[in-house]
């Protein structure tokens, strides 16, 4: 029987048949240059992974966060509780101060800070030192996590989404164009189920960047693609959704609206609210031998069962079908409830399982955030402008279902499930203006005919009391 707990307060988001080979089955050729960027990331759950970087001269080591749903390359660089260290600029005789300051507003929290360069290398990744674009955080607001060990942000995302403008080249457009480096990297996250380490109460979780390629021992069976849609967020589109194998019915728009995206520094699988409360409705009807207080659902309320009899098999399997490099068919990735119940050991005792539910409702799209990521292989393919997934070696299953990415399923238009945002041309805004003005001028027209009724008035008595002429206009 589970038991529940309480939650004062969500954590914040930093932080989605087989057949025969086609062409989105794609075999890549394996490198042996990638030993060295092997679990080079670290990061406890539900706080984000992050990988060593150096930057400047002499080099200071910092953590970073790998975030796919943002631009900036931005490091604290100021005394602040949570950092265990920062970016000594003062330090650095390669800095250069680019006289520009940067804000980034989050739904919650935010953090400001100075625009500079400096030299900056990754310690296990390539043999290539590069000058990029720093934000050096000197204020934050609920952006630092207590605890998560890292001190920064690394931005993988497209120059369209960075502040303050797109002109601020992100880091890894200058690591191409610098080094010899190809245009693609690929993340494998482990989730905490994997490599449990339950000491000082918290789940250390790891996984592997791969800057510059793909590396096959970490993924097993075929890599399938979806394209890119559009290069701002890591864009895709999504064409249906199951929930135990039964489709959710919707108006596939609806799965994308606004965006879809693959978000490395999300937490949860986000759903538009639509999208969230069919998902919701049918995970609790498939597990509905055991009953839920709704707060779990909301991700208000933990659910515990005695340490190792959780029930994974009453959960269902959440499959997302992504359009695939033929406009007319699509892949299956199949996600498992040890992926999106995500646990919490920091509460949990030694005779319990924790688990809170990592499915959340979005007022921004869909977010393929890192519970979702767990189970599969990633490449971000920024020269083919394409995102590839195959299962994860390191992903967490039982010994009935496991992580699945199968494919092709045939559809038609499957493109026209992107949700397009309306565009404003400048003749529809001029159209608005002269509505407006027209507004104002008939609420200003009465006012105006008062006024001229006061000074007729006032000139037929011209000797009237100066108090009753002041009142008239208040």
């Known amino acids: 029987m589970a038991s529940t707990v309480a939650l004062a307060s969500s954590p914040p988001d930093l932080l989605r048949s087989a057949a025969a080979a086609s062409p ?63 970016y000594h600029r003062s330090l650095s005789s390669s800095y250069r101060d680019l006289g520009r300051s940067v804000y980034v507003p989050y739904t919650q929290g935010r953090w400001e800070g100075e625009l500079g360069t400096d030299l900056v290398s990754v310690p296990h990744g390539p043999n290539a030192t590069l000058r990029a674009n720093i934000a050096a955080i000197t204020q934050s607001d609920r952006f630092f996590i207590n605890g998560s060990n890292w001190e920064g942000i690394l931005g993988l995302a497209y120059a369209d989404i960075a502040r303050p403008d797109e002109t601020l080249e992100p880091f890894f457009d200058s690591l191409v164009r ?7 990297f690929s993340l494998q996250l482990c989730g905490a189920g994997f490599t449990q380490n339950y000491s000082l109460g918290s789940a250390t979780v790891g996984g592997s ?58 937490t949860n699988l986000r759903l538009p609210r639509k999208v969230f409360q069919a998902a919701v409705k049918a995970i609790e009807a498939a597990s509905s031998t055991e009953q839920f207080p709704s707060g779990f659902w909301l991700g208000e309320q933990l659910v515990c069962w005695q340490a190792g009899t959780t029930p994974w098999h009453i959960f269902p399997v959440i499959s997302l079908y992504l359009m695939s490099e033929n406009r007319n068919q699509s892949f ?39 519970v979702i990521m767990e189970g599969f292989y990633v490449v971000f393919d920024r020269e083919k402008k394409r995102i590839g997934f195959a299962v994860s070696t390191c992903h967490v299953h039982d010994e009935f ?18 949700y397009n945002i309306p565009q404003t041309d400048e003749s529809t805004l001029m159209t608005i203006a002269y ?4 507004i104002c001028a008939l609420f200003m027209l009465p006012l105006c005919l008062m006024v001229c009724q006061w000074r007729f008035a006032r000139c037929l008595h011209p000797h009237g009391d100066f108090a009753d002429d002041i009142s008239l206009l208040k």
């Open 401 to 418: 279902r496991t992580a699945s990415v199968e494919g092709p399923f045939h559809g038609v238009d499957l493109e026209d499930c992107g």
């Open 209 to 266: 960047m791969i800057i510059g390629g793909v590396d096959p021992s970490l993924y097993v069976g075929e890599l399938w693609y979806t394209p890119i849609r559009r290069e701002w967020y890591y864009e895709v589109i999504i064409v249906r959704i199951e929930v135990n194998g039964q489709d959710l019915n919707m108006d596939c728009k609806e799965y994308n609206y606004d965006k879809s995206i693959v978000d490395s520094g999300t």
């Open 435 to 438: 509505i407006m003005a027209g």
């Open 178 to 184: 610098q080094t010899p480096v190809p245009n693609l």
């Open 24 to 86: 989105n089955q794609t075999h890549e050729p394996h490198h042996t240059g990638f030993v060295d960027m092997i679990d080079n990331l670290r990061g406890k759950s539900g706080q984000g992974y992050y990988v060593e970087m150096a930057v400047g001269s002499p080099p200071q080591k910092l953590n970073i966060l790998v975030d796919t749903g943002s631009s900036n390359f931005a490091v604290g660089a100021a005394a602040h509780p949570f950092l265990r260290r920062y």
């Open 332 to 370: 299956r990735i199949s996600i498992l409830p040890q992926q999106y119940l995500r646990p919490v050991e920091d509460v949990a005792s030694a005779q319990e399982d924790c688990y809170k539910f990592a499915v959340s409702q979005s007022s921004t799209g869909t977010v393929m955030g890192a």
